[in-house]
């Protein structure tokens, strides 16, 4: 039986991980769940799987939900002090991390630090600060196995010695706009771009998969989770979402991990692993489908290209990038700068960003609350 803490319980990724744990209640309980400020939602989940304990990050919505349960044993806490002891406390022998963006570092690196293997689904905190978070893994002996689907599949497809890697394939589903022109983007509206053809995703990062900044964070994170150069990282547009990524050996070998655009198998898998479980949910099926596979067009999507640029260069520079995209996409969404407008921004905020090499949580850190500052002015 493996104990969770589950973060970012009321989210896409949250809610598909705990439908995950609602099929393996053999295998699987949960100790801890973190949110936001969804009260309504929190104690849906709460009374059905009652945890521990549950955190909010907002305040009022810790006082709200505390007097919800009151007729329940669980314990209600607030903001990171919360968190970080619902992801270090002794029980807890996984910590999901499906809370979104920068926020998801902290309680990562903490969670390392008690010993606790990581279900990765926050590709920020790789981006943010990949050096040091894989640095405290390996000083401290745990796990990072990735939920994202493509790492996921990756990872399913690695054979154990990683010299005879050549390279590593991410596809990409292309999101609503493939094969659009810089005209036609020019146009686009957040209704559209919140329309994703194949996954069902958080607001957030179906904006960065329309935008494709997603697939240049997913290229940073498998730098990092895969010990891979960036020459080593090749990303195909393959807007059919059945390979959902691809190994190749020297020896000209490619191994592809298939399934259905559904992420309860990667969330389930990096729960299961080194095994897997039988589940009911819906197969594959290959019959009369057709896969085709594409290059990425780096003109009408200059995020992917920065991202490449971005993690070659390193520094603190991932980190700024990524802030500086949370802040232009959150703005997108309430409709204060354009779809093109969030390119922009981000690249901006880059370009002014003094670089710092020798890091540290601190220095990461400062670089992230100057990109956000720095983004927010440009918005206004």
């Known amino acids: ?18 439908d995950v744990v609602r099929h393996s209640t053999e295998h699987l309980k949960i100790h801890a769940l973190v949110a936001d400020k969804s009260v309504d939602l929190m104690e ?43 992801v270090i406390a002794p029980q807890v022998d996984t910590v999901v991390t499906a809370i979104s963006g920068r926020i998801g570092l902290e309680p990562t690196l903490a969670a390392l630090e008690a010993g606790k293997t990581i279900a990765l689904a926050n590709k920020e905190t790789l981006v943010a600060a990949g050096d ?3 640095s405290t893994a390996s000083k401290m002996m745990c796990k990072i196995l990735p939920v994202d689907s493509e790492h996921s599949a990756i990872f399913q497809c690695l054979e154990e010695n990683p010299d005879t890697i050549e390279k590593i394939i991410l596809t990409a589903s292309g999101g609503p706009f493939f094969g659009w022109s810089m005209e036609q983007l020019a146009t686009v509206t957040l209704e559209k771009a919140l329309n994703h053809p194949n996954w069902d995703m958080g607001a957030k990062i179906t904006i960065d998969s329309a935008t494709m900044m997603n697939k240049g964070l997913e290229v940073i994170e498998a730098h990092y989770l895969f010990n891979r150069e960036y020459d080593e990282i090749e990303v195909l547009i393959h807007p059919q979402s059945v390979v959902h990524s691809m190994v190749e050996y020297r020896d000209g070998s490619v191994l592809s991990q298939l399934g259905r655009a559904d992420m309860r198998l990667p969330i389930q898998y990096a729960l ?9 949910f819906e197969r594959l099926d290959l019959r009369g489908k057709t896969l085709t596979f594409h290059e990425p067009d780096l003109e009408a999507f200059p995020a992917l290209g920065m991202a490449y640029q971005v993690g070659r260069r390193g520094g603190t520079l991932p980190a700024v990038m990524n802030a500086a995209n949370e802040i ?27 670089v710092l090499d020798n890091m540290d949580l601190g220095s990461i850190l400062d670089a992230d609350t100057w990109a956000r500052r720095r983004a927010l002015e440009l918005i206004a």
């Open 1 to 18: 039986m493996k104990t969770l803490t589950l973060l970012g319980s009321t989210g896409s990724i949250g809610r598909q991980t705990l």
């Open 44 to 86: 849906q989940q709460a009374r059905l799987f009652l945890p521990a304990t549950v955190v909010m990050m907002d305040e009022a919505a810790a006082r709200e939900l505390r007097g919800r349960l009151r007729d329940l044993p669980i314990k209600v806490d607030q903001g990171m002090a919360g968190i970080i002891d619902a």
């Open 132 to 134: 040091l978070v894989m």
């Open 272 to 280: 299961s692993y080194p095994t897997r479980w039988k589940n009911t």
């Open 328 to 354: 232009a996409v959150l703005a997108f969404l309430h409709k204060k700068v354009t779809y093109l407008g969030i390119q922009k921004i981000v690249e901006r905020v880059c370009f002014e960003h003094n």
